[in-house]
């Protein structure tokens, strides 16, 4: 199965079947919503596998017009927070009403951000859609698409069209481009978290010089900065620094919002992503929303506790029992306490990335996998739903960073969370995985490949 890593955004005026999409392209009952204080959005996430492609798909629910009015400004940038993420844009039409003045005003915003856009025109089936895809030509995007989310129509078709309008990846010009390609493989890793927890001071302390300007001033740093350096052991990593994640009544300059959304894709662009933390604060709500953040991207995660030096032995111990109070669904995420200021920890958080990130790219043979489920499931087989049985047939697993497990069930849709995390949790306590999200796909069917695959 070829893996993709890119991301669709889904955007639209309401009512046009931007959800209904969403369902038909992840088949999931419910998506993840991501309310990241700091950013005006409301998102939804979903890993869409469609025959042997795999790929990212965000959908820009609240994205409204205003009292009947044309999209205003304030409500354009929720969406633009997921375009300037996303590869390419989906623009969901309504076949039934034709094209309206805020679909030509969306157009002419989207053709202003330089994303690649498929016109998408839903609901083109039966006689209700008699305006089809010919009168959305006018609006000068290009390829346009006519579908059906309800009926899963002209998906295929749909598909091909996102993937072909992606361009080619360009070669990087830095200095980090050259780094990555005389070495192989650097570990590019996004430093994260709150303002003034310390994630320049830790930079710098990793770079082993003074690249990065320290203030006690909250929101020094602006923009995202690329900078590769090479531990004490000849390991080479990318390091980039991001302006701190602000709670939403903070931001109020333009600038500061474009900084959270270099902090953004900053995580998008890494594979390792270290959230710093001021031990003496504490874990704030701001630092959980983070973490999530980086967990809804599949990235490798590290908590770095920072100003740890400053924390009294009795308290230390407080600290930690209470932690996973504060992160109770991120039980995988490796742990370094450290104090930037002197260098205490330190090593030891590159050792953790790298260690991570060896862990990301773990891949399971199909054989193991499936002698491995075969094992977890005769001692606690999934219970019932409906008085039908559950029968759990074939596992594969499809990428890495995350690692992706595609699982073929009869009825994949009545498996329940806590069986979800049952095999989870037996993936890595079999397995490994420390440091990273591992994601579980249910599929309706048999083994897909039992006559090609004999291992």
């Not at 993709?4 to 309401?14: I, K």
């Not at 795999?54 to 009015?69: A, H, I, K, Q, S």
């Not at 209470?322 to 039980?331: M, R, T, V």
């Not at 205490?344 to 491995?372: C, F, P, Q, Y």
């Amino acid at each position: 199965m070829t893996t993709n890593t890119f991301l669709v955004a889904l955007v639209g005026r309401p009512n046009v079947g931007k959800s209904s999409l969403f369902n038909r392209l992840t088949r999931k009952r419910q998506a993840l919503v991501d309310d990241t204080p700091g950013l005006t959005r409301d998102r939804h996430y979903g890993d869409a596998v469609w025959h042997d492609r795999v790929f990212r798909v965000v959908d820009t629910g609240g994205f409204e017009p205003d009292l009947g009015e044309t999209i205003n400004r304030q409500v354009w940038q929720q969406a633009q927070l997921a375009i300037e993420e996303a590869d390419v844009v989906a623009l969901v039409l309504d076949a039934r009403t034709g094209p309206m003045a805020d679909d030509h005003f969306l157009a002419d915003l989207l053709r202003r951000s330089g994303k690649p856009v498929v016109c998408v025109v839903n609901k083109s089936d039966g006689r209700d859609g008699r305006h089809g895809d010919a009168d959305f030509y006018s609006l000068g995007l290009g390829s346009v698409v006519a579908v059906s989310a309800a009926h899963g129509i002209g998906m295929e078709a749909m598909i091909e069209a996102l993937f072909a309008a992606i361009p080619a990846p360009e070669r990087e010009d830095s200095s980090v481009g050259d780094v990555i390609a005389e070495t192989g493989e650097a570990v590019r890793v996004a430093v994260v978290g709150c303002p003034n927890a310390g994630k320049s001071s830790l930079i710098n302390r990793l770079l082993g010089a003074e690249r990065l300007v320290t203030s006690e001033i909250p929101g020094t740093t602006r923009d995202a900065v690329d900078m590769p350096c090479v531990d004490g052991r000849g390991r080479r990593m990318v390091l980039v620094d991001t302006a701190g994640i602000r709670r939403k009544s903070r931001i109020s300059m333009r600038i500061e919002k474009y900084s959270v959304i270099a902090a953004i894709k900053a995580m998008d662009r890494a594979q390792v992503v270290v959230l710093v933390m001021d031990a003496q604060r504490g874990v704030t709500d701001q630092d959980q929303r983070v973490a999530a953040l980086a967990m809804d991207a599949g990235k490798g995660l590290v908590f770095a506790f920072n100003k740890w030096d400053l924390i009294r032995g009795q308290e230390k111990g407080t600290f930690t029992r209470n932690l996973w109070d504060a992160f109770p669904h991120f039980n995988h995420a490796e742990l370094v306490f450290l104090s930037a200021l002197t260098g205490k920890g330190v090593e030891k958080l590159a050792d953790v990335i790298h260690r991570t990130h060896k862990e990301g790219l773990r891949h399971i043979s199909t054989g193991v996998l499936n002698r491995w489920l075969r094992s977890v499931v005769e001692k606690h087989p999934p219970p019932r739903r409906m008085h039908r049985m559950i029968r759990i047939r074939y596992m594969t697993q499809v990428s890495t960073q995350p690692p992706t497990m595609l699982i073929f069930a009869n009825l994949p849709d009545q498996i329940h969370d806590t069986y979800r995390r049952y095999l989870e949790n037996q993936l890595r306590e079999s397995f490994g995985f420390s440091g990273v999200v591992i994601r579980l796909l249910f599929r309706k069917g048999d083994n897909p490949y039992e006559d090609s695959d004999k291992n």
